[in-house]
T-cell receptor, first 114, second 115 residues
Framework: AQSVTQLDSHVSVSEGTPVLLRCNYS??????LFWYVQHPNKGLQLLLK??????LVKGINGFEAEFKKSETSFHLTKPSAHMSDAAEYFCVVGDSSNTDKLIFGTGTRLQVFP | GAGVSQSPSNKVTEKGKDVELRCDPI?????LYWYRQSLGQGLEFLIY????????KSGLPSDRFSAERTGGSVSTLTIQRTQQEDSAVYLC?????????????FGPGTRLTVL
């Protein structure tokens, strides 16, 4: 069975500093992995997805994530945080027994201070 | 283009009452999902519709929860005899069915409060 663990429930950074949101997954198969973002009072939006094409995945708003099979990780990074990045971020793994189902992590709340 | 819409955006009800939550998926999307997001928790899968196939109800927490999808489009999630623990944000998503790594498009959610 697939699962995903987000290692930090809260991350705080200063504007202009790097962002690292950590995610580890468990999967018996080559997984599909996603990062979604949820801004306050808004719907979930896809940031990026990994589907075995390239291990370094670039997403919207300057975010990227690297798939590391040896570490079973899919950490989300951004070189320089912006105030508008403050939101809840979810790491998600596709259920390999049913590629249509998604399994969500518990989320990481990112705060950005001026 | 229209995204996934949900109604109502907020619903306050009394314990024991029934509620219906509506989801309008993106036109042409064959897959529709319902999730529940409780305070401080991730998204919990509830039910999944794909085309004309029998729905995957494996995530429904109790028999008080049910969902329908009429004509392969609009879906209604019904919660009977609501309990306080049903209070949460209910999210709907839709997608086209691809062989791998399909993106799900989410609606804004319905915030349900059971008093």
């Amino acid at each position: 069975a697939q699962s995903v663990t987000q290692l930090d429930s809260h991350v705080s950074v200063s504007e202009g500093t790097p962002v690292l949101l950590r995610c580890n997954y468990s999967s018996s198969y080559s997984p599909s992995l996603f990062w979604y973002v949820q801004h306050p009072n808004k719907g979930l939006q896809l940031l990026l997805k990994y589907t075995s094409a390239a291990t370094l995945v670039k997403g919207i708003n300057g975010f990227e994530a690297e798939f590391k099979k040896s570490e079973t990780s899919f950490h989300l990074t951004k070189p320089s945080a912006h105030m508008s990045d403050a939101a809840e971020y979810f790491c998600v793994v596709g259920d390999s027994s049913n590629t249509d189902k998604l399994i969500f992590g518990t989320g990481t709340r990112l705060q950005v201070f001026p | 283009g229209a995204g996934v819409s949900q109604s109502p955006s907020n619903k306050v009800t009394e314990k024991g009452k029934d509620v219906e939550l509506r989801c309008d998926p993106i036109s042409g999307h064959t897959a529709l999902y319902w999730y529940r997001q409780s305070l401080g928790q991730g998204l919990e899968f509830l039910i999944y519709f794909q085309g004309n196939s029998a729905p995957d109800k494996s995530g429904l927490p109790s028999d008080r929860f049910s969902a329908e999808r009429t004509g392969g489009s609009v879906s209604t999630l019904t919660i009977q005899r609501t309990q306080q623990e049903d209070s949460a944000v209910y999210l709907c998503a839709s997608s086209t069915r691809l062989a791998w790594g399909n993106e799900q498009f989410f609606g804004p959610g319905t915030r349900l409060t059971v008093l």
